[in-house]
């Protein structure tokens, strides 16, 4: 039985599966065949369909047990692990009639087999028999290759037997031969990856028992059998998606309940759209002026919704669905910049040219239904240089106001009180509202983001104006820190070692001393003439026989404690050069640090817009050269979500807005055509690396890990019990990179690179663990200890140490310099499958067969607390450092979840009795 079987399924005691592809045999069944040792016996016509239907599961190139195929006549000769498999003229010598007659006790195929196979019939071991009688041939015309046909994996099979969880917040989870997408805080599926070149929606043809995204979130690999396939999120949308905006060569407005769109036409007129029946419902001009601004009412207490209309000159319209005026037009006299609605309390407020504000209200007579718009008494003080304007429907309906000079402010609109709030780190151009949880958004011109509080105005975080630096940035400064941590450690290590380099040139000048004394006595006694007397002669032989012993014994410990200073001055150079090597690195990454801030600064481009998505606490932020954002203001420390920007879109206007339309984003500005990206990505395939009915890759892929440039890819695998596989990649192209990595003899479960991306460490079913140079693939160290298959492994985020889970039911907590175990961790019921760190502490999870996820501390070894999943046998698990929160993918499809901190049950990833 394959190693990977038995591990991917949990030694498949508790879920035992039917073979994943079915073996198809090319002749009929031969149990009826004669075994008249005078009928020639072909080993194509007779012996092959007898192994090909009970043997060549196990026993071929691509997964060869014990280390035999029977594919052809050639592997039989040559046998496996235990010699020849057949002796040619010689049945009894034949080890492979011992096997299939059970004269061994070791039947084969073994009866608990998961492939189908049945013990031969006595007439097919006859023919066996029969054919190594005659001289076990192969004819001239060679055997046909064992070819096999894919079947669907049958739907009980669910195993989640990887997951991994991108810095954007997505949970990809391999669900047999089906890979799933899902938002880790909404807990909703946002996709299903999908090969056009398969049929149905599955990512393989085979289990996929690794899955890995790449350190910025923007690629995910999948590993099946032979092929690993790369993916990346397209944000484009269909022809038929663009198809209502088509016409629009300005602003966009779509109505709260997705029933029509409007849009300003390239002649200025206006078009509604019915959403529903995609035909434009009417056209319109209000005015000779053009169109600045306009905004659907809801239509929640109409028929159809109404579409408010701003003109350049500040005139405010108001037209139904088909066009018709539904009340007087109000004349402002003065241009309008920006406007904000609050439909919930019937209130507008307008930003003139100028930077003073105006107030109305929305009047809906309960008569006729009417809408009208009135100015409104409430005075707003002061305020002449406003940038920008939102409505904070809370309690006291106020107007959140941000000013070129007192930056961010609150008006009470029923009194008129007007309350300093913040200070922005830039003028402001952009306001957005979010009541659950609450918080304001400001968008400014140097680009940046803020979010605050609205409870108390605290800052909440700052995000930069070019998110494709975020990323960059960020990994520049930890891995400054985490230089800066090796070189306060090497420091701290050089000032020991010179501290033992002075304690042993002491003990050495000590030694010399009681040298000098003891050659001294030595010398002395042998100057005295020598006795006559034979007893007293013998007694001063044996005086100085024990004075030229101590000097004897001085002299060695001398040398030894020269030899040892020599060590240790010569560890203590070695030691100045890692110092001066680490500072540099991190005097250049902190350098890099500024480079990167100052880059993204100088390319900053200001926040034209700002809007809440609709149901969900994301918020979309346009800037003015088109790129788009998406983020979540209910965590702070998640990851923005960065749309493509557009060389097409250009918002050079303060009256630039963003809408929404069935999960799509429209970005608009006047006199440019809008451009339309979808909010959720479409994850679409991008590459292929190897095939089914390719070499490139030995056999089933059971590891995948990106390294840190998120440009290369480790993939691991090899052929069970024979020789472990791992390769780098270059995702760009595909292409097989040259390094030649650590070689394990058996399957490599488990890759994972340093933080620093120099070492590669392998965790395999041949019980070692492997530290591997990236740059040259030269092997630093093997790790040993464990004493059954090796299933996962990770890096703390220091670099400086790692942990590694085994089906020998302990974790092993290692110094990456030394190569020891600095701490062996017992206890577990069960094989522990699969290991993580937690972020950037010592804590770290680790998955158990038992259906237990324990967090441990890698520093003590203590246990902080467990989670318990029932008797689920658990194959994988994740962590979810920003939202504090353990996923763990089981052998029935479940993907259970806990909060880090409190250990509560925090619900599943997956619904459904079955998952």
């Known amino acids: 039985m394959s190693i990977q079987r038995l591990i991917l399924l949990g030694i498949l005691l508790v879920f035992p599966v039917c073979g994943v592809f079915v073996l198809i045999a090319t002749a009929n069944d031969v149990s009826s065949e004669t075994s008249d040792s ?24 691509q997964e060869a047990d014990g280390g035999l195929s029977l594919e052809t006549v050639a592997d039989i000769i040559k046998g496996g692990d235990s010699g020849a498999a057949v002796v040619s003229g010689d049945p009894e010598a034949s080890l492979l009639l011992e096997r299939v007659t059970g004269q061994d006790d070791s039947l084969m195929p073994p009866e608990d087999n998961t492939v189908g196979a049945v013990a031969l019939t006595s007439s097919q071991i006859q023919l066996l028999k029969g054919w190594i009688n005659q001289g076990a041939a192969e004819e001239s015309q060679p055997a046909v290759k064992m070819q096999f046909q894919w079947q669907p994996i049958p739907e009980t099979v669910r195993s989640i037997a990887s997951l991994d969880i991108a810095r954007t917040g997505f949970v990809a989870m391999a669900q047999a031969n089906r890979v799933l997408l899902v938002d880790s805080q909404t807990q909703r599926e946002v996709a299903q990856l999908s090969d056009p070149d398969l049929e149905g929606a599955v990512a393989d043809v085979d289990l996929i028992q690794a899955v890995a995204f790449s ?27 663009l198809a209502p905006i088509q016409h629009a060569a300005g602003l966009v407005a779509v109505s709260k309940d997705q029933s029509h769109h409007a849009l300003v036409n390239v002649n200025g007129e206006i078009e509604v759209w019915d959403l529903a029946k995609s035909e434009r419902q009417c056209k319109f001009r209000v005015s000779d002026e053009e169109v600045s601004a306009i905004e659907w009412l809801s239509g929640d207490s109409r028929e159809t919704p109404v ?16 066009g018709r005026s539904v009340s007087d037009s109000v004349e402002t006299m003065s241009s309008i910049r920006k406007i904000a609605l609050s439909e919930n309390r019937g209130k507008l407020a307008v930003i003139h040219n100028s930077g003073e504000i105006s107030t109305f209200n929305i009047v809906i007579s309960d008569a006729d239904n009417s809408v009208a718009i009135e100015a409104a008494a409430t005075s707003i003080g002061d305020l002449k240089d406003v940038t920008a304007i939102a409505f904070d429907e809370r309690a006291d309906l106020s107007l959140i106001v941000a000013t070129q000079s007192g930056g961010l402010q609150r008006v009470i609109l029923s009194s008129g009180e007007v309350t300093a709030l913040a200070n922005p780190e830039s003028v402001v151009q952009s306001i957005a509202v979010v009541a659950d949880p609450p918080r304001w958004i400001t968008g400014g011109r140097s680009g940046k983001t803020q979010v605050w509080n609205a409870t108390d105005g605290k800052l909440l975080q700052t995000l930069s104006a070019r998110g494709e630096d975020v990323f960059e940035i960020e990994s520049a400064q930890r891995a400054a820190e985490r230089q800066e941590i090796s070189h306060q450690h090497a420091t701290d290590e050089l000032a020991g070692l010179e501290k033992r380099v002075v304690s042993e040139s002491a003990a050495a000048a000590e030694l010399s001393k009681q040298l ?43 040398a030894s404690a020269e030899s040892a200073k020599q060590r240790l001055e010569d560890q203590v150079e070695n030691l100045k050069k890692r110092v001066q090597v680490v500072s540099l690195r991190s005097r250049a990454l902190r350098q890099r640090v500024s480079e990167l801030q100052t880059r993204s600064d100088a390319a900053a481009s200001a926040v034209a817009s700002l809007a809440g998505v609709p149901n969900s606490t994301k918020i979309a932020v346009m800037h003015a050269d088109g790129a788009v954002r998406i983020m979540d203001v209910a965590n702070p420390d998640s990851h ?5 920007s557009s060389a097409d879109l250009k918002v050079a206007s303060s009256k630039s807005k963003l809408c929404f339309l069935r999960g799509q984003v429209i970005c608009a500005s006047p006199r440019t055509s809008p451009r339309i990206s979808r909010v959720d990505a479409k994850w679409e395939l991008q590459r292929v690396i190897g095939g089914v009915n390719l070499q490139v890759i030995a056999d089933r892929v059971t590891s995948l890990e990106f390294h840190p440039d998120g440009r290369r890819l480790a993939i691991g695998g090899g052929r069970s019990s024979r020789s472990g596989e791992i390769k780098l990649v270059d995702v760009e192209t595909g292409e097989i990179l040259e390094q030649e990595m650590h ?19 392998s965790a395999s079913a041949d019980e070692t663990i492997g ?47 030394s190569g020891e175990t600095t701490r062996k961790i017992e206890g577990f019921p069960h094989e522990l499958t699969s290991v993580k760190f937690v972020g950037k502490t010592n804590q770290f ?23 318990n999943a029932g008797d689920k046998f658990l194959l994988s698990v994740a962590v979810d450092s920003n939202l504090q929160r353990i996923v763990a993918g089981a052998s029935d499809g479940d993907a259970p979840t806990w909060n880090v901190g409190t250990g509560a049950e925090t619900g599943s990833l997956l619904e459904g009795e079955l998952k």
């Open 640 to 644: 923005a979500m960065v749309l493509p």
């Open 516 to 558: 000098d004394t003891a050659t001294q006595e030595l010398d002395s006694e042998m100057s005295k003439e020598l006795p006559t007397a034979d007893q007293e002669l013998s007694k001063a032989n044996e005086l100085r026989k024990q004075k030229h012993a101590v000097v004897d014994q001085l002299k060695t410990a001398i």
């Open 38 to 61: 005078t009928k020639h016996i072909s080993f194509r016509d007779h012996v092959m369909p007898i192994l090909r239907q009970n043997c060549l599961a196990c026993h071929r190139d």
């Open 307 to 322: 579409l408010l209309i701003v003109d350049y000159l500040g005139g405010l319209h108001l037209r139904d669905a088909n």
């Open 771 to 817: 530290l591997s140079e990236v740059s040259t693939g030269k092997t630093l160290r093997v790790l040993e200890g464990h004493t059954r298959h090796v299933l996962a492994i990770d890096w703390h985020d220091d670099g400086r140490s790692l942990v590694s889970a085994s089906a020998d039911q302990t974790v092993r907590v290692w110094d990456a310099g």
């Open 215 to 241: 350190p910025d979130g923007n690629r995910l690999a999948t590993g099946g059998f032979r092929t690993v396939r790369v993916w990346q999120p397209s944000y484009q949308v269909s022809d038929a998606a």
């Open 743 to 761: 070689s394990h003899s058996d399957t490599v479960m488990g890759l994972a690179f340093s933080p620093d991306g120099r070492v590669l460490a």
């Open 845 to 867: 999870a680790v998955a158990c067969g038992s259906g237990e996820v324990r967090l441990c501390d890698s520093a003590n070894g203590r246990t902080v607390r467990s989670f």
